[in-house]
């Protein structure tokens, strides 16, 4: 049974470059959240999708959006993006909004 | 705001010794608490979590206790081992798998 899986595990971007991050969930579950974890702090809620639909939104700007398609894979679009946005993000999965979350490994995005 | 504190940042023991890791949060609607152990380039992983309705909780050499009045929650590490040795994240939630708010970690070295 495979855990969350994120990819790309890295990714080096330009300064108003955008970028496409994607997570497919443990199997069975069917809700996604996405967190940003600068190094040395702790993750920081992006947002979270169930049923196709943002469900919860934390403070971050527009620039941040995202995605779940039918089979609960979601992506992560940053656009515009800042050197502040250099970051591991995380995509934790859960059955339904309410039970464990599982994180995956990350993708470590360092933006130039 | 929600905000969970963490302390302490880091934390230094000998191996055999106990560890105490202490967190407080401000929403007092908050009812789930998990703790994350991190590894270096690893994914977070739950170690333990309690909710509102208990005071303490143990597993094996973990426990955790909760302090709802106070809004305090503490991770107890017993007979501590060189792979306990990880950054340690508090965290949480008004309800399970949904928006988790995290401590700003502390990063626990055990010295064998």
């Known amino acids: 049974d495979a855990g969350v899986t994120q990819s790309p595990t890295h990714l080096i971007k330009t300064r108003g470059q955008q970028v496409t991050l994607r997570c497919s969930p443990k199997?069975?579950?069917?809700?996604v959240s996405w967190y940003q974890q600068a190094l040395g702090q702790g993750p920081q809620f992006i947002f979270q999708?169930?049923?196709?639909?943002?469900?919860q939104r934390g403070n971050f700007p527009d620039r941040f959006s995202g995605h779940q398609f039918p089979n609960y894979s979601s992506e992560l679009n940053v656009n515009a993006l800042l050197l502040g946005d250099s970051a591991l993000y995380l995509c934790?999965?859960?059955?339904?909004?309410?039970?464990?979350?599982?994180f995956g490994q990350g993708t470590r995005l360092t933006v130039v | 705001g929600e905000n969970v504190e963490q302390h302490p940042s880091t934390l230094s023991v000998q191996e055999g010794d106990s560890a105490v890791i202490k967190c407080t949060y401000s929403?007092?609607?908050?009812?789930?608490f998990p703790w994350y152990k991190q590894e270096l380039g690893k994914r977070p992983q739950l170690i333990i979590d309690?909710?509102?309705?208990?005071g303490e909780k143990k597993d094996q050499r973990i426990a955790v206790t909760l302090n709802k009045t106070a809004k305090h929650f503490s991770l107890h590490i017993t007979e501590t081992q060189p792979e306990d040795s990880a950054v340690y994240f508090c965290?949480?939630?008004?309800?399970?798998?949904?928006?988790?708010?995290f401590g700003q970690g502390t990063e626990l070295s055990v010295k064998p």
């Open positions: 934790a999965s859960s059955f339904e909004p309410n039970t464990e979350a599982f």
């Open positions: 999708y169930y049923e196709e639909e943002e469900r």
């Open positions: 929403d007092s609607a908050s009812n789930y």
């Open positions: 965290a949480a939630t008004t309800n399970q798998g949904g928006k988790l708010i």
């Open positions: 309690i909710r509102s309705n208990v």
């Open positions: 199997s069975g579950h069917d809700t």
